[in-house]
C-alpha cells in the first residue's frame, strides 16, 4: 500500500497544480526504441516523424532527444511545424515537410533551411520559383504515389516529371520516398505490390537513395529497409505491427486525478442522458478529465482505468472535462479527492485503450492534448 500513498501524493501535486492529470514521457525508453530500430534497420538509417507535435508528446523534447541518439533527418506534416523546430535542433538537423508546399510558404521555407516533400508538379514549380528567385539550389525530396493514392507524384504525372526535373538544375533532390498503406497487417499484399511499384519507379532514379518503411515497414524485413526508414509510432512505444506483441517498449504513462466520490443505491443514473443505472449499490468516483483531454468519448460505459491492479470501469457518458468510474472494488478511503488512477502504464497499453474506445493507438497519443501536467523522464 505504500506505492498507492505516494501516487496520491503525487495526484494531490498534479491536481494542486491545476491539471487534470500527470502524463508522464520516458525519453530515455523513447531513445532506447529508436536505437532498436537503427539497429535493426542497419546498415540503412532511421529518421523520425514528429508529425503532430511528435504524437502528441511534445516535438522539441523528442527531437531533441532523438538528435542525441544520432537521428539527423526529421519529418512534419506542415509548414508551422518546422518553423517551430527548425531553432531548436542543430544545424545538421535535416527538416522534411511530409505535405509538401502550400502556395505563400515556398520563400520562408527556403529562408529557413526547410525541406519540402515535393508531391506534384504543382509543388515542384513553386519550389523552382523559389529557387530561381533565391538565387540559391533548393534541397528536395521526391514523394512517389505506389498505391495509397493519398500523396506522391501519381503515375500519369511521372514521365512529364522526369522532363520537367532536367529543366529545374536548381532544385537538388535528396532522396525519393513513398509510403506504405497497410505496413501493420504484415499479411497484407499490398505490401508486396507497393515495394514492386517502388522499385519501378526508382530504377528510372539509380543514384538518388530511398526512403520507404515507416514503422510497421521497418518490420516487414530488409527488402523494405531501403537506404532511410520513417518510424513514429514505433518510437513512442506504439505496436508497429497488429496482432503480434509488441517489441517496443513503454514511453507514455497517462495517470489522471479524482475530484470526488459518492456512493449510491441501486437505480441510481450517472452522466449525461442518464444512460448508465446502477443495478446496486456502488462506489463513483469522478475523474477530472474528459473527451477535451484525449479521453474519446466512445470510451462511455465500455472503456475502463486502473488502481493497482484493480480495473475500475467507466460507467455513463464520458463528458468534456470529466467522467465516472465505478470504485465500488477498490478498498473504502483509498481513492479520495487528488488520488491518481491509470489511464496508460503498465496495467493498460495504448492499444488497449485505443481498442476500447474503437480507434488506433495514434489517435489517442496525438489527442491528449495539452491541460495534463508534462513530466519528461
Ligand atoms: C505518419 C507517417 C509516417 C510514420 O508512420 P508510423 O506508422 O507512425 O511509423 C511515415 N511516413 C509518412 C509519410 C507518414 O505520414
Known amino acids: 500500500m505504500g506505492q498507492l500513498s ?14 487534470p492529470g500527470r502524463l508522464t514521457i520516458d525519453l530515455s525508453a523513447m531513445r532506447r526504441n529508436y536505437s532498436k530500430v537503427s539497429a535493426i534497420v ?7 516523424v514528429v508529425k503532430a507535435n511528435a504524437y502528441g ?15 539527423r533527418h526529421f519529418f512534419v506534416a506542415q509548414y508551422e511545424e518546422a518553423d517551430d523546430l527548425r ?32 508531391n506534384s508538379l504543382d509543388q ?21 504515389d505506389t498505391g495509397m493514392s493519398r500523396l506522391g507524384f501519381p503515375q500519369n504525372e511521372q514521365v512529364l516529371l522526369a522532363e520537367t526535373l532536367q529543366d529545374y538544375w536548381n532544385v537538388e533532390i535528396l532522396f525519393v520516398m513513398s509510403h506504405l498503406a497497410s505496413a501493420d497487417e504484415s499479411e497484407s499484399e499490398q505490401n508486396g505490390l507497393q515495394l514492386e511499384e517502388l522499385n519501378r519507379i526508382t530504377r528510372k532514379f539509380p543514384n538518388l537513395p530511398i526512403c520507404f518503411a515507416n514503422s510497421g515497414g521497418v518490420f516487414l524485413g530488409e527488402d523494405y529497409h531501403a537506404s532511410l526508414v520513417r518510424p513514429g509510432i514505433a518510437v513512442y512505444g506504439g505496436a508497429p505491427t497488429a496482432g503480434t506483441p509488441n517489441p517496443m517498449e513503454p514511453v507514455v504513462t497517462l495517470e489522471v486525478a479524482v475530484v470526488q466520490t459518492r456512493s449510491v443505491p441501486a437505480g441510481t443514473r450517472v452522466g449525461y442522458g442518464g ?20 479521453l474519446p468519448r466512445s470510451l462511455s460505459d465500455r472503456g475502463a482505468v486502473y488502481y493497482g491492479d ?14 465516472t468510474i465505478d470504485v465500488t472494488e ?27 474506445a474503437n480507434t488506433i493507438s495514434y489517435e489517442i497519443l496525438t489527442r491528449l492534448g495539452d491541460r495534463y501536467h508534462r513530466e519528461y523522464r
Open 310 to 323: 484493480l480495473r475500475l470501469p467507466i460507467v455513463g457518458r464520458v463528458s468534456m472535462d470529466s467522467m
Open 275 to 294: 444512460v448508465h443505472m446502477t443495478t446496486s449499490t456502488r462506489r463513483l468516483a469522478t475523474l477530472g478529465a474528459g473527451y477535451a483531454d484525449g
Open 87 to 118: 531553432p531548436a535542433l542543430p544545424g545538421d538537423a535535416q527538416i522534411f515537410i511530409l505535405n509538401g508546399l502550400q502556395p505563400g510558404n515556398e520563400r520562408a521555407c527556403a529562408q529557413n533551411g526547410i525541406i519540402p516533400v515535393l
Open 57 to 71: 508528446l511534445g516535438a522539441i523534447p523528442v527531437s531533441r532527444a532523438l538528435y542525441e541518439e544520432g537521428c
Open 124 to 144: 515542384l514549380k513553386l519550389w523552382a520559383d523559389a529557387a530561381r528567385r533565391s538565387r540559391h539550389v533548393l534541397k528536395a525530396v521526391l514523394q512517389f
Open 330 to 356: 477498490v478498498p473504502e478511503g483509498a481513492l479520495r479527492l487528488g488520488s491518481l488512477v491509470e489511464v496508460v502504464g503498465p496495467h493498460q497499453t495504448l492499444e488497449d485503450v485505443a481498442e476500447a
Open 42 to 48: 542497419r546498415p540503412a538509417h532511421a529518421t523520425a
Open 6 to 19: 505516494i501516487a496520491a501524493q503525487d495526484g494531490i501535486k498534479a491536481a494542486a497544480l491545476g491539471k
